[in-house]
C-alpha cells in the first residue's frame, strides 16, 4: 500500500509539473470545463487501477494466508503421528519384553 501511495504522489507531481510546463500564463480564471474534465477522468482511472490493483493484492494475500493455515494443520497432523509411532513402538517393546521374559 505504501509503494502505491508513493507512486501515485510521484505521478501526481509530474502530471502538474506537465501542465505548468505547457500552460504558459494560466490563471484561475482560465479554468474551464475541459480541465475539470481532465481532472475527474484522472481521478477516475487513478480509482479503477487502485480498486483492481487493491483487488489483486487482498487475494494473494488471503491465498497465502490459507497456504499458511494448511502448513500449520499438515505440521500438527505430522506431530500427532509421530506421537503415535512413538506409542506404539513403545507398546511393541514392552509386549517384547515381556514375551521374551514371561516372569516379569
Given at each position: ?17 506537465l ?23 484522472g481521478?477516475?482511472?487513478g ?13 494473494s494475500?488471503?491465498k497465502?494466508?490459507q ?9 500438527q ?5 509421530e ?6 513402538e ?7 519384553l ?7
Amino acid at each position: 500500500m505504501k509503494n502505491l501511495t508513493i507512486t501515485g504522489l510521484i505521478l501526481l507531481a509530474l502530471s502538474i509539473l506537465l501542465f505548468y510546463l505547457t500552460a504558459n500564463n494560466f490563471t484561475l480564471n482560465d479554468l474551464g470545463m475541459p480541465h475539470i474534465m481532465g481532472i475527474l477522468g484522472g481521478i477516475g482511472i487513478g480509482l479503477i487501477i487502485g480498486g483492481m490493483v487493491g483487488y489483486v493484492s487482498k487475494g494473494s494475500a488471503i491465498k497465502a494466508e490459507q497456504k499458511r493455515r494448511e502448513f500449520k494443520q499438515l505440521q500438527q497432523e505430522k506431530e500427532d503421528l509421530e506421537k503415535r509411532a512413538a506409542e506404539i513402538e513403545r507398546r511393541e517393546t514392552e509386549l517384547d519384553l515381556r514375551n521374551q521374559n514371561p516372569q516379569i
